[in-house]
């Protein structure tokens, strides 16, 4: 069972963690393999992560985020990450991954924008 939703929305692929914490080397490493495989069957022109349901991320999640930004750019496909929790907002920002990922409010935003 995949802890990741995926979905095409208005002509974007939106994939949505579905648990409340991305903790441990071996979850996370999983969690990568995963969204791995969901960039790899893309059709859609652009990615948004929500992190919607996530209240406790470890950094190398943040690590293995900037990695997926890194292939979607090799592939030229747009990435974006949406409705961040408190907790995850303050781990982003105090790495300053906020200047390199387009972070959105919500999924509809982030899908408006990644369709303009």
Do not use: W
Request: proline fraction near 2%; glycine fraction near 8%; hydrophobic fraction near 45%.
């Amino acid at each position: 069972m995949s802890d990741i939703e995926s979905i095409s929305k208005d002509g974007i692929r939106v994939a949505r963690i579905c648990v409340s914490q991305i903790v441990g080397e071996e979850y996370v490493h999983r969690t990568g393999i995963e969204l791995n495989k969901i960039l790899s069957e893309m059709e859609e022109p652009a990615l948004v992560l929500d992190l919607g349901a996530v209240k406790m991320m470890a950094s190398a999640m943040i690590g293995k985020m900037v990695f997926i930004n890194g292939q979607c750019k090799q592939k030229k496909i747009g990435f974006s990450v949406c409705s961040l929790g408190k907790e995850v907002a303050e781990a982003i920002q105090l790495t300053q991954i906020d200047k390199i990922l387009p972070i959105y409010d919500g999924q509809e935003e982030a899908i408006a924008a990644a369709n303009s």
